[in-house]
Nanobody
Framework: QVQLMESGGGLMQPGGSLRLSCAAS????????MGWYRQAPGKQRELVAD???????NFADSAKERFTISRDNAKNTVYLRMNSLDPEDPAVYYC?????????????WGQGTQVPVSS
């Protein structure tokens, strides 16, 4: 059973940085596509960034130049480093895993980690 556990969320300071972590079990992050999504109140969940098994990365326009996605294969963990945080970034951030076996597609989600704005 694939399980994803996010951590690292916390109060967001405009202009500041945060690093989110997603520890996976039941699957090797190096062999599949791992992604970060976010959902702000009243909005649809949207892709922030993902990384394929080959190491190719893809970013939403809002994340380009500010966010990086990486993985530590030894720790079976994927990270999202967020810099230059702005008022559009507060949301619940979700880790996602996508893989296929034969012709079947699978996906798994973490519980989400909150990134609220610091008051």
């Amino acid at each position: 059973q694939v399980q994803l556990m996010e951590s690292g969320g916390g109060l967001m300071q405009p202009g500041g940085s945060l690093r989110l972590s997603c520890a996976a079990s039941g699957i090797m992050v190096s062999t599949i596509t791992m992604g970060w999504y976010r959902q702000a109140p009243g909005k649809q969940r949207e892709l922030v960034a993902d990384i394929t098994s080959g190491g190719n990365t893809n970013f939403a326009d809002s994340a380009k130049e500010r966010f990086t996605i990486s993985r530590d294969n030894a720790k079976n963990t994927v990270y999202l480093r967020m810099n230059s945080l702005d008022p559009e970034d507060p949301a619940v951030y979700y880790c996602n895993a996508k893989w296929s076996m034969s012709i079947r597609q699978f996906t798994s989600w973490g519980q989400g980690t909150q990134v609220p704005v610091s008051s």
